[in-house]
């Protein structure tokens, strides 16, 4: 069955630092990749999102990579700041457009200051 | 409104009863998911529309669960028979249409249910 894995339930980071976020699946080909923002007590918000035929994808201090083949993608926050302490989601776009967007249980970022 | 309404904010129910969860999507967005979400878990699917219909109803968990959308706009889930464990937070989510785009979904801010 399809399984997405995010790393660790929670991770501290230091202020200033770049915060490193992991998203693992398999048996799923998705056409692309997105993660998402979620606070406490609200819905997730959209950050960005990668193709399949891309590597890596930038907006402002927010980097994502995607390797197919490892069927992976990583998620930076670099000069983290206590505001971006949030739970972070990665989210599978299918190919088909009868299927569905499934997502990862989300891991909790703090931002120490 | 411009975002995604979702009503009741919160809902408390006895163990048993019927309840309802409405949503009203961004205007002109095709696509609707329901998701369940419970305390420190990521938002797990329920079912998906296209329009009216439902595309993948898959992660319906019995049939208890049911959700419609008649016209291709607001949706309603609808829970009969309660149960203690249905207690999560309910989110919906709107898109244009995946793969006509980008997939991005718009979330409302979720209807949080309890069942006593």
């Known amino acids: 069955s399809q399984k997405i894995e995010q790393n660790s339930e929670a991770l501290n980071i230091q202020e200033g630092k770049t915060a490193t976020l992991t998203c693992n699946y398999t048996n799923y080909s998705p056409a692309y990749l997105q993660w998402y923002r979620q606070d406490p007590g609200r819905g997730p918000v959209f950050l960005l999102l990668i193709r399949e035929n891309e590597k890596e994808k930038r907006k402002e201090r927010l980097k994502v990579t995607f390797d197919t083949t490892l069927k992976q993608s990583l998620f930076h926050i670099t000069a983290s700041q206590p505001a971006d302490s949030a739970t972070y989601l990665c989210a599978l776009v299918p190919r088909l457009r009868d299927d569905k967007i499934i997502f990862g249980k989300g891991t909790r970022l703090h931002i120490l200051p | 409104g411009a975002g995604v309404s979702q009503t009741p904010s919160n809902k408390v129910t006895e163990k048993g009863k019927y309840v309802e969860l409405r949503c009203d999507p961004i205007?002109?967005?095709?696509?609707l998911y329901w998701y369940r979400q419970s305390l420190g878990q990521g938002p797990e699917f329920l079912i998906y529309?296209?329009?009216?219909?439902?595309?993948?109803d898959s992660g319906l968990p019995n049939d208890r669960f049911f959700a419609v959308r008649p016209e291709g706009s607001v949706s309603t889930l609808k829970i009969q028979r309660t149960e203690r464990g249905d207690s999560a937070v309910y989110l919906c989510?709107?898109?244009?249409?995946?793969?006509?785009?980008?997939?991005?979904?718009?979330f409302g801010e979720g209807s949080r249910l309890t069942v006593l």
């Open positions: 205007s002109g967005h095709t696509a």
């Open positions: 989510a709107s898109s244009l249409s995946v793969n006509a785009n980008t997939g991005e979904l718009f």
């Open positions: 529309f296209q329009g009216t219909g439902a595309a993948d």
